[in-house]
Protein backbone atom coordinates (compact mmCIF):
# COMPACT_ATOMS: atom_id res chain seq x y z
CA UNK A 1 0.00 0.00 0.00
CA UNK A 2 1.67 3.31 -0.85
CA UNK A 3 2.09 6.13 1.05
CA UNK A 4 -0.26 8.90 1.39
CA UNK A 5 1.02 11.90 -0.69
CA UNK A 6 2.77 14.98 1.00
CA UNK A 7 1.55 18.05 0.16
CA UNK A 8 2.12 19.70 -2.81
CA UNK A 9 4.31 22.88 -2.19
CA UNK A 10 5.82 25.62 -4.73
CA UNK A 11 9.27 24.26 -4.08
CA UNK A 12 8.22 20.95 -5.31
CA UNK A 13 6.82 22.53 -7.92
CA UNK A 14 10.15 24.31 -8.58
CA UNK A 15 12.40 21.48 -8.17
CA UNK A 16 10.60 19.40 -10.97
CA UNK A 17 10.91 21.90 -13.06
CA UNK A 18 14.76 22.01 -12.19
CA UNK A 19 14.57 18.07 -12.97
CA UNK A 20 13.13 18.60 -16.29
CA UNK A 21 9.43 16.84 -15.43
CA UNK A 22 6.55 18.39 -16.63
CA UNK A 23 3.89 19.05 -14.21
CA UNK A 24 0.48 18.26 -14.21
CA UNK A 25 -3.06 21.16 -14.09
CA UNK A 26 -6.40 20.21 -14.58
CA UNK A 27 -9.60 22.37 -13.59
CA UNK A 28 -11.60 21.56 -11.38
CA UNK A 29 -15.21 22.38 -9.54
CA UNK A 30 -16.52 20.03 -7.42
CA UNK A 31 -15.14 17.69 -4.32
CA UNK A 32 -16.12 14.08 -6.09
CA UNK A 33 -13.87 15.48 -8.92
CA UNK A 34 -11.41 16.90 -6.77
CA UNK A 35 -11.13 13.58 -4.93
CA UNK A 36 -10.64 11.12 -8.10
CA UNK A 37 -8.03 14.01 -9.47
CA UNK A 38 -5.94 13.94 -6.10
CA UNK A 39 -6.15 9.82 -5.88
CA UNK A 40 -5.03 10.25 -9.68
CA UNK A 41 -2.06 12.11 -8.79
CA UNK A 42 -2.78 15.63 -10.13
CA UNK A 43 -0.25 17.89 -8.68
CA UNK A 44 -2.28 21.16 -9.36
CA UNK A 45 -6.00 22.19 -9.63
CA UNK A 46 -7.56 25.15 -10.93
CA UNK A 47 -10.84 26.09 -9.61
CA UNK A 48 -11.25 27.99 -12.66
CA UNK A 49 -14.16 31.14 -13.31
CA UNK A 50 -14.23 28.67 -16.52
CA UNK A 51 -16.98 27.06 -14.02
CA UNK A 52 -19.16 30.01 -15.35
CA UNK A 53 -20.04 27.79 -18.84
CA UNK A 54 -18.95 24.29 -17.76
CA UNK A 55 -20.99 24.60 -14.45
CA UNK A 56 -23.41 27.39 -14.05
CA UNK A 57 -24.31 27.26 -18.34
CA UNK A 58 -23.33 31.32 -19.19
CA UNK A 59 -21.83 32.01 -22.53
CA UNK A 60 -18.76 33.11 -20.95
CA UNK A 61 -16.77 33.71 -17.72
CA UNK A 62 -17.81 37.07 -17.19
CA UNK A 63 -21.30 36.52 -15.23
CA UNK A 64 -18.72 34.46 -12.34
CA UNK A 65 -18.53 36.63 -8.99
CA UNK A 66 -16.44 35.86 -6.32
CA UNK A 67 -18.97 34.06 -3.95
CA UNK A 68 -19.29 31.60 -6.71
CA UNK A 69 -15.68 31.11 -6.87
CA UNK A 70 -14.95 30.35 -2.97
CA UNK A 71 -17.94 27.95 -2.92
CA UNK A 72 -16.29 25.61 -4.98
CA UNK A 73 -12.52 26.33 -4.16
CA UNK A 74 -13.88 25.08 -0.53
CA UNK A 75 -15.48 21.67 -2.12
CA UNK A 76 -12.14 21.43 -4.29
CA UNK A 77 -9.93 21.74 -1.06
CA UNK A 78 -11.74 19.02 0.69
CA UNK A 79 -11.69 16.63 -1.95
CA UNK A 80 -7.83 17.40 -2.73
CA UNK A 81 -5.70 18.42 0.37
CA UNK A 82 -2.73 17.82 -1.07
CA UNK A 83 -2.84 18.98 -4.25
CA UNK A 84 -1.52 22.87 -5.25
CA UNK A 85 -5.07 24.41 -5.50
CA UNK A 86 -5.53 27.72 -7.34
CA UNK A 87 -8.05 30.20 -6.97
CA UNK A 88 -9.30 31.91 -10.31
CA UNK A 89 -9.99 35.67 -9.71
CA UNK A 90 -13.30 36.54 -11.79
CA UNK A 91 -13.95 39.08 -14.02
CA UNK A 92 -13.61 42.97 -12.08
CA UNK A 93 -12.73 41.51 -8.87
CA UNK A 94 -9.07 42.94 -9.68
CA UNK A 95 -8.70 45.23 -12.52
CA UNK A 96 -10.30 48.33 -10.81
CA UNK A 97 -7.66 48.24 -8.62
CA UNK A 98 -4.67 46.92 -6.63
CA UNK A 99 -6.30 46.92 -3.08
CA UNK A 100 -9.29 45.51 -4.63
CA UNK A 101 -7.31 42.31 -6.07
CA UNK A 102 -5.75 41.88 -2.78
CA UNK A 103 -8.86 41.81 -0.99
CA UNK A 104 -10.12 39.59 -3.18
CA UNK A 105 -7.25 37.01 -3.48
CA UNK A 106 -6.88 37.01 0.18
CA UNK A 107 -10.58 35.11 -0.09
CA UNK A 108 -9.38 32.47 -1.82
CA UNK A 109 -6.16 31.66 1.16
CA UNK A 110 -7.90 32.58 4.07
CA UNK A 111 -11.78 31.23 3.23
CA UNK A 112 -10.64 28.40 1.12
CA UNK A 113 -7.23 27.05 2.05
CA UNK A 114 -5.69 28.16 -1.77
CA UNK A 115 -2.24 27.61 -2.45
CA UNK A 116 -2.56 30.75 -4.90
CA UNK A 117 -4.64 32.69 -6.94
CA UNK A 118 -4.55 33.41 -10.92
CA UNK A 119 -5.86 36.02 -12.81
CA UNK A 120 -5.71 37.44 -16.55
CA UNK A 121 -4.00 40.25 -18.44
CA UNK A 122 -0.21 41.16 -18.78
CA UNK A 123 1.52 44.65 -18.46
CA UNK A 124 -1.17 46.56 -17.73
CA UNK A 125 -2.34 43.84 -14.86
CA UNK A 126 1.62 43.64 -13.33
CA UNK A 127 0.92 46.26 -10.82
CA UNK A 128 -1.93 44.40 -9.62
CA UNK A 129 0.41 41.14 -9.67
CA UNK A 130 2.72 43.13 -7.82
CA UNK A 131 0.72 43.95 -5.10
CA UNK A 132 -0.70 40.64 -4.46
CA UNK A 133 2.31 39.06 -3.94
CA UNK A 134 3.44 41.62 -2.09
CA UNK A 135 1.05 40.95 0.28
CA UNK A 136 2.23 37.26 0.76
CA UNK A 137 0.16 35.82 -1.81
CA UNK A 138 1.46 33.55 -4.37
CA UNK A 139 0.28 34.81 -8.03
CA UNK A 140 -0.10 33.12 -11.22
CA UNK A 141 -0.59 35.55 -14.64
CA UNK A 142 -2.25 34.41 -17.78
CA UNK A 143 -1.48 35.65 -21.38
CA UNK A 144 -2.51 34.86 -24.72
CA UNK A 145 -6.43 33.89 -25.40
CA UNK A 146 -7.50 35.40 -21.93
CA UNK A 147 -11.65 34.51 -21.69
CA UNK A 148 -12.53 37.89 -19.52
CA UNK A 149 -11.17 39.92 -22.74
CA UNK A 150 -12.56 37.78 -25.51
CA UNK A 151 -14.49 40.07 -26.72
CA UNK A 152 -11.85 42.77 -27.02
CA UNK A 153 -9.50 39.56 -28.35
CA UNK A 154 -12.11 38.99 -31.46
CA UNK A 155 -13.41 35.39 -30.04
CA UNK A 156 -11.98 32.24 -29.08
CA UNK A 157 -8.66 31.97 -31.44
CA UNK A 158 -5.25 31.67 -31.64
CA UNK A 159 -3.34 35.10 -30.42
CA UNK A 160 0.07 35.62 -31.04
CA UNK A 161 0.44 34.50 -34.82
CA UNK A 162 2.31 37.27 -36.21
CA UNK A 163 6.00 38.58 -35.26
CA UNK A 164 4.15 41.77 -33.71
CA UNK A 165 1.67 40.29 -31.84
CA UNK A 166 3.63 37.49 -30.62
CA UNK A 167 6.77 40.06 -29.20
CA UNK A 168 4.00 41.97 -27.00
CA UNK A 169 3.12 38.79 -25.28
CA UNK A 170 6.64 37.50 -24.95
CA UNK A 171 7.21 41.57 -23.32
CA UNK A 172 3.51 40.67 -21.14
CA UNK A 173 5.16 37.81 -19.54
CA UNK A 174 8.63 39.51 -18.95
CA UNK A 175 6.21 42.25 -17.13
CA UNK A 176 4.60 39.49 -14.76
CA UNK A 177 7.35 37.45 -13.86
CA UNK A 178 8.95 40.81 -13.14
CA UNK A 179 6.19 41.77 -11.17
CA UNK A 180 6.77 38.25 -8.79
CA UNK A 181 4.05 36.17 -10.50
CA UNK A 182 5.34 32.63 -9.83
CA UNK A 183 4.11 30.97 -12.80
CA UNK A 184 2.48 32.06 -15.84
CA UNK A 185 -0.21 30.08 -17.76
CA UNK A 186 -0.35 30.50 -22.23
CA UNK A 187 -3.29 29.53 -23.25
CA UNK A 188 -3.83 28.83 -27.14
CA UNK A 189 -0.55 30.56 -28.37
CA UNK A 190 1.56 29.50 -30.43
CA UNK A 191 4.01 26.16 -29.28
CA UNK A 192 7.28 28.30 -30.63
CA UNK A 193 6.01 31.50 -28.77
CA UNK A 194 5.46 29.26 -25.85
CA UNK A 195 8.90 27.20 -26.13
CA UNK A 196 10.50 31.17 -26.79
CA UNK A 197 9.09 32.24 -23.28
CA UNK A 198 9.81 28.80 -21.14
CA UNK A 199 13.47 29.19 -22.29
CA UNK A 200 13.67 33.30 -21.42
CA UNK A 201 11.68 32.48 -18.16
CA UNK A 202 13.58 32.58 -14.62
CA UNK A 203 11.91 31.52 -11.81
CA UNK A 204 8.63 31.42 -13.25
CA UNK A 205 7.17 28.43 -14.15
CA UNK A 206 5.36 28.32 -17.72
CA UNK A 207 2.35 26.47 -17.93
CA UNK A 208 0.53 25.42 -21.59
CA UNK A 209 -2.93 24.97 -22.37
CA UNK A 210 -3.08 24.73 -25.88
CA UNK A 211 -0.10 26.34 -26.41
CA UNK A 212 2.20 22.85 -27.46
CA UNK A 213 4.66 20.85 -25.35
CA UNK A 214 7.49 22.85 -24.56
CA UNK A 215 6.18 24.16 -21.24
CA UNK A 216 6.79 23.36 -17.63
CA UNK A 217 3.26 21.17 -17.63
CA UNK A 218 0.04 21.35 -19.15
CA UNK A 219 -3.55 22.67 -18.23
CA UNK A 220 -6.49 21.07 -19.92
CA UNK A 221 -10.20 21.64 -18.78
CA UNK A 222 -11.71 18.96 -17.06
CA UNK A 223 -15.61 19.05 -18.60
CA UNK A 224 -13.43 18.96 -22.79
CA UNK A 225 -11.35 16.12 -21.42
CA UNK A 226 -14.76 13.55 -20.49
CA UNK A 227 -16.94 14.77 -22.77
CA UNK A 228 -19.04 16.75 -20.36
CA UNK A 229 -19.49 20.43 -22.09
CA UNK A 230 -22.30 20.26 -24.71
CA UNK A 231 -21.98 23.33 -26.59
CA UNK A 232 -18.19 23.19 -28.28
CA UNK A 233 -15.49 20.94 -28.47
CA UNK A 234 -12.02 23.23 -28.27
CA UNK A 235 -9.32 21.88 -30.78
CA UNK A 236 -6.71 21.88 -27.89
CA UNK A 237 -8.68 19.31 -25.61
CA UNK A 238 -7.95 15.98 -25.93
CA UNK A 239 -10.82 13.30 -24.96
CA UNK A 240 -9.53 10.85 -22.44
CA UNK A 241 -12.94 8.99 -22.21
CA UNK A 242 -16.64 10.04 -23.14
CA UNK A 243 -18.38 10.14 -19.79
CA UNK A 244 -20.88 12.20 -20.84
CA UNK A 245 -22.40 9.41 -23.48
CA UNK A 246 -22.13 7.17 -20.51
CA UNK A 247 -23.98 9.58 -18.46
CA UNK A 248 -26.76 10.26 -20.90
CA UNK A 249 -27.30 6.63 -21.75
CA UNK A 250 -27.55 5.81 -18.60
CA UNK A 251 -29.73 8.75 -18.23
CA UNK A 252 -31.93 7.26 -20.55
CA UNK A 253 -31.85 3.84 -19.37
CA UNK A 254 -33.07 4.90 -15.94
CA UNK A 255 -36.21 6.90 -18.09
CA UNK A 256 -37.15 4.01 -19.43
CA UNK A 257 -36.86 1.39 -16.59
CA UNK A 258 -38.76 3.64 -14.77
CA UNK A 259 -41.46 4.26 -17.19
CA UNK A 260 -41.55 0.05 -18.30
CA UNK A 261 -41.82 -0.65 -14.60
CA UNK A 262 -38.68 -2.71 -14.20
CA UNK A 263 -36.93 -0.30 -11.82
CA UNK A 264 -37.30 -0.24 -8.44
CA UNK A 265 -36.41 -4.12 -8.35
CA UNK A 266 -36.39 -5.79 -5.16
CA UNK A 267 -33.53 -5.04 -4.17
CA UNK A 268 -33.78 -0.83 -4.82
CA UNK A 269 -36.04 -0.91 -1.67
CA UNK A 270 -37.14 -2.05 1.56
CA UNK A 271 -39.94 -4.48 3.16
CA UNK A 272 -41.58 -4.56 6.09
CA UNK A 273 -42.86 -7.77 7.86
CA UNK A 274 -46.24 -8.81 7.83
CA UNK A 275 -46.72 -8.87 11.58
CA UNK A 276 -45.54 -5.20 11.70
CA UNK A 277 -47.82 -3.82 8.84
CA UNK A 278 -50.82 -5.38 10.22
CA UNK A 279 -50.19 -4.11 13.38
CA UNK A 280 -49.59 -0.52 11.64
CA UNK A 281 -53.00 -1.20 9.85
CA UNK A 282 -54.87 -1.49 13.12
CA UNK A 283 -52.85 2.11 14.09
CA UNK A 284 -54.44 3.80 11.63
CA UNK A 285 -57.82 2.81 11.90
Not at 27 to 54: F, N, R
Not at 62 to 90: C, E, N, S, W, Y
Not at 139 to 150: D, E, K, N, R, Y
Amino acid sequence: MSEPRKKITLPYLFDKVKKGEPITWLTCYDYPTAYLQEQAGIEMILVGDSLGMTMLGFDSTLPVKMDDMIRHAQAVRRGAPTAFVVGDMPYMTYQQSVEAGIVNAGRFMAECGCDAIKLEGGAAMASRIKGIVDAGIPAIGHLGLTPQSVSALGGFRLQGKSADLAKKIADDAQALQEAGAFAILLELVPDRLCELITERAEGCIIMSLGSGPKAHGQLLIYHDMFGLYPKFKPKMAKVYGNAGEVILNGLKNYHDEVIGGQFPAQENYFGMSDEEFNELKNLVG
